[in-house]
């Protein structure tokens, strides 16, 4: 049973993973770039859609980052072995 509640939460986590780093790729800049234009002489309305477009990449890489830490974890869990939970006295 806990190995199809795995192989579930490991495909899952493999779609999402993909899916996010698909959505960063449509991207014409990158991070680094769009920083570097901020540092530039920009109308205030590039300023605006250069800003934007800066915070939607780091949220998709904030979530990109907690679902690769979860899958290390979870490969963590699985390679380690057995322990039988502490109960109360």
Known sequence: MK???RKREEVSS???RKALTAR???YPTTAEQDELILRQDISKR???AVE???GEKKLLQ???DLVQGNER???QDQER???KAKRDR
């Open 81 to 83: 072995p057995g322990k």
């Open 3 to 5: 190995n199809d509640k």
């Open 52 to 54: 934007v477009r800066l």
């Open 73 to 75: 974890s979870t490969q």
């Open 46 to 48: 590039q300023r605006m």
């Open 14 to 16: 493999n779609v999402i």
């Open 62 to 64: 904030e979530a990109l």
């Open 24 to 26: 960063l790729a449509q």
